[in-house]
Nanobody
């Protein structure tokens, strides 16, 4: 599975951005996808996840009510709509896919290279 993020950039506090993650390769093996972020000097943290089957979503408390994760299965693309952005949202945002390597036996995580989001105050 190959993942490519896009949509990052510089935005003022209170503004919005939409990130995209295009998946290619063995996309039918993907169980769930998610967005993670890593700010300078900090560990990578979960932002939001979405399952492939039911589309169940999960959000970090820090982004609930401001961010929305979604997917377009026909385009093999996942999105993260980010509203009411804050300076503390500044980070490199990475796309993640949890996929089967051998269906029902074991899987692995795939990562994109990331896209930088900078929120100015």
């Amino acid at each position: 599975v190959h993942l490519v993020e896009s949509g990052g950039g510089l935005v003022q506090a209170g503004g919005s951005l939409r990130l995209s993650c295009a998946a290619s390769g063995s996309t039918s093996s993907i169980k769930a996808m998610g967005w993670y972020r890593q700010a300078p000097g900090k560990q990578r943290e979960l932002v939001a996840t979405i399952t492939s089957g039911s589309g169940n979503t999960n959000y970090a408390d820090s982004v609930k009510g401001r961010f929305t994760i979604s997917r377009d299965n026909a385009k093999n693309t996942m999105y993260l709509q980010m509203n009411s952005l804050k300076p503390e949202d500044t980070a490199v945002y990475h796309c993640n896919a949890d996929a089967w390597v051998v269906a029902g036996l074991y899987g692995m995580d795939y990562w994109g290279k990331g896209t930088l989001v900078t929120v100015s105050s």
